[in-house]
């Protein structure tokens, strides 16, 4: 029996209905790798190598390794599942026969991690078709903008760094609540599916603008959350000090009201903000 490693965020999933629904989310077309990001003892890895399709499964957990790989012997030896120990933080796409065409990734991550995860998988020039993951169900509503409380939908338009990091990259939807009876062991809160679909650098490339300067300027803009977003900004952009005065008459340029916080704003707002600023 291995023991379940806290430090890695081992909450096995027990719950078939719902492996199979973080499945069908994936939407998983025929010619499509799967990149599926600690696989633990399987569970989840049995469900998409259902599929048919092509896994490379990466895990972190050295002692895992043997019983992945006696569990899923048959699939190893055909070609379909490749199985690697690492960490998910230190992939090397290129390394690992993925080409962003073709590739999406489904994963049960330690929520730590998940984070730093996702800015390096959005970010880089190899990105999948698709992102399935399980997060803490409050982050998947921040991020979708969809609460969910006793089976309701709610709708919040207020943005995060988090949010926006992910809108500039694709379409997150909010798949379905996972309540934490569903985990061995259990963790003491509830977890969401999130799917970002559509993943491309479009916003960046249609629009002109540079991924690492207008990270920076939205992270300006949410440096003190309770200030407003021209106080925010007119601190110092590229290591200029930007006067209030421009901001507010970009403001009355674009028509947004200039007492507004950032997380007031929607994406489409920063993007005209900020080029505005970069003219
Ligand atoms: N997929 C399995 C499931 O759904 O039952 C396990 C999920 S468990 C929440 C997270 C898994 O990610 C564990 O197997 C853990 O060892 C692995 N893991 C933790 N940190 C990792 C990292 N940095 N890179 C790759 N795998 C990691």
Redesign the pocket.
Known sequence: MIRA?KT???????NKDI?KKIVEAGDIRKDEIIL??????????EFILATGNKVIA????IR?IPILKEKFSKEIESGQFSLFE????DIDYSKIELNSKKFSII????YY?TGK?LSNTLENKIQPKKIIL?LQKEIVERITGEERKNGKKIFSEKENILSISIKVYGDAKFITTVSKKN?SPEPSIDSAILAIYNISKYFFEKNNINEKDFFDFIKLAFSSKRKKIIKNLSQKFEKKKLEKKKLENIFEKLNLDKNKRAEDLILEDFKKIYLNLKI
């Open positions: 490693k890695l965020g081992q909450n096995f999933l027990k492996l599926e990001i600690g696989p633990g003892k399987g569970a989840l890895t990466i895990e972190k957990d895992l690492g960490d998910a933080l994963a049960n991550l330690p991690i995860f399980m985990f």
